[in-house]
């Protein structure tokens, strides 16, 4: 089997993003800034030689509007659609602000840090919910786990090795926790980053 380069990006900032607001299922477009931020990026790749093979973006304005800035400087990719590469849905704490949940969550968590799993965290959030939409944590690992498989499984099929993924900076420190139980919650990725992970002989690295 052909090692497979994930190249997984967060997407670019939004408004919800610059107010400091926790933004799930919520859909909002790129901010100017966070549009001339994904260029620099797709710029950046152009230069260092980096072509992709195939793209693929949650469903969100925020995620596909990344993909396309970037896969402009290069010709000839395809983009695919994957919902299940969406961020976590906050039920009724979507749009509340960060801050302020995340010293509500420490206070009734009686932890005191954010070092804390991201299961109790997910349990938090479903407590909270009053639309009955979010995700307990093993739905939520069963649905990006399942992402990223059926990615893999695709691009193997198709002899790719270089791939563009682009997704959510809790849905990308999911998965990098299933990976590896080093990751917490506080190791989310900022608009913009990218994170490489290798795929190979059916286990991600």
């Not at 949940?101 to 407590?127: H, M, P, R």
Request: glycine share 6%; aromatic share 12%; with cysteine.
């Amino acid at each position: 089997m052909n090692k497979i380069d994930f190249y997984i990006i967060r997407h670019g900032k939004t408004n919800v993003n610059l107010e400091n607001k926790i933004q799930g299922s919520t859909n909002d477009h790129l901010t100017p800034e966070g549009r001339r931020d994904i260029e620099e990026l797709a710029t950046i790749f152009k230069r260092r030689g980096i072509l992709f093979d195939v793209s693929f973006t949650s469903d969100s304005y925020r995620a596909l509007e990344t993909g396309d800035i970037l896969l402009k400087e290069f010709d000839f990719v395809n983009q695919y659609v994957n919902e299940k590469l969406g961020e976590w849905n906050f039920g009724s704490l979507e749009n509340q602000d960060i801050d302020d949940t995340i010293q509500a969550f420490i206070g009734e968590s009686k932890s005191g840090n954010l070092c804390l799993d991201y299961n109790i965290l997910a349990d938090y959030i479903v407590s909270k919910d009053q639309t009955r939409t979010t995700e307990t944590w093993t739905e939520i690992c069963n649905r990006i786990q399942k992402a990223f498989q059926e990615i893999a499984i695709f691009c193997q099929n198709k002899k790719f090795d270089k791939i563009l993924v682009v997704s959510h900076g809790l849905t990308i420190s999911t998965f990098l926790q299933t990976i590896d139980f080093k990751y917490s919650f506080m190791d989310i990725p900022s608009n913009g980053e990218v994170v490489i992970v290798n795929y190979d002989n059916d286990f991600f690295l």
